[in-house]
T-cell receptor, first 114, second 108 residues
Framework: DAGVIQSPRHEVTEMGQEVTLRCKPISGHNSLFWYRQTMMRGLELLIYFNNNVPIDDSGMPEDRFSAKMPNASFSTLKIQPSEPRDSAVYFC????????????FGPGTRLTVL | SQQGEEDPQALSIQEGENATMNCSYKTSINNLQWYRQNSGRGLVHLILIRSNEREKHSGRLRVTLDTSKKSSSLLITASRAADTASYFCATDGGDMRFGAGTRLTVKP
């Protein structure tokens, strides 16, 4: 099993640009999570999908952030327009059944917005 | 939503010593999980303990849960330099959030 795959691993962009982060969950997992981690705020849950449907997006910081899961094997997190305060490591995680079971994390995407 | 709160924020010990980290939470839970994060990496699940369990072991890890005190502890016995990482607890109770973590440093 390849584990959760995220791309790109590093992204450097300028303020105002659109950023798209990608995630491939583990095959057979029904739940997918996007997290953001910074020194100041720690690990924050942004959004949670179950069976490709967004269940809880209360953690999405503002309208500049959007997430989609068009099928069971792919999800994107988009920031448009990006701002320097969006700089963080973004993690995708998946779990077999639900929010409350073991989550498998991807390696993360380190985003720097200049 | 609620989240676990780990204590202490940082812990430094010598290799071979035991390390104990604590987690407190505020409302009722169904389960509590512990994760480890090595620097620059994603979190790795260590152990899950259900609300009707009091203690659970996995290798050198021992987790206890006291639902009356709304707290859990993670004990790592005979620590190794490779155990150096941040440790997080996560609780559900209808919503799952991670605490700020305990940064463990094991000196060789």
């Amino acid at each position: 099993d390849a584990g959760v795959i995220q791309s790109p691993r590093h992204e450097v962009t300028e303020m105002g640009q659109e950023v798209t982060l990608r995630c491939k969950p583990i095959s057979g997992h029904n739940s997918l999570f996007w997290y953001r981690q910074t020194m100041m705020r720690g690990l924050e849950l942004l959004i949670y999908f179950n069976n490709n449907v967004p269940i809880d997006d209360s953690g999405m910081p503002e309208d500049r952030f959007s997430a989609k899961m068009p099928n069971a094997s792919f999800s994107t997190l988009k920031i448009q327009p990006s701002e320097p305060r969006d700089s963080a490591v973004y993690f995708c995680a998946s779990s077999r059944t639900s929010f409350y079971n073991e989550q498998f994390f991807g390696p993360g995407t380190r985003l720097t917005v200049l | 939503s609620q989240q676990g709160e780990e204590d202490p924020q940082a812990l430094s010990i010598q290799e071979g010593e035991n390390a104990t980290m604590n987690c407190s939470y505020k409302t009722s839970i169904n389960n509590l999980q512990w994760y480890r994060q090595n620097s620059g990496r994603g979190l790795v699940h260590l152990i899950l303990i259900r609300s009707n369990e009091r203690e659970k072991h996995s290798g050198r890890l021992r987790v206890t849960l006291d639902t009356s005190k709304k707290s859990s502890s993670l004990l790592i016995t005979a620590s190794r330099a490779a155990d150096t990482a941040s440790y997080f607890c996560a609780t559900d109770g209808g919503d799952m959030r991670f605490g700020a973590g305990t940064r463990l440093t094991v000196k060789p």
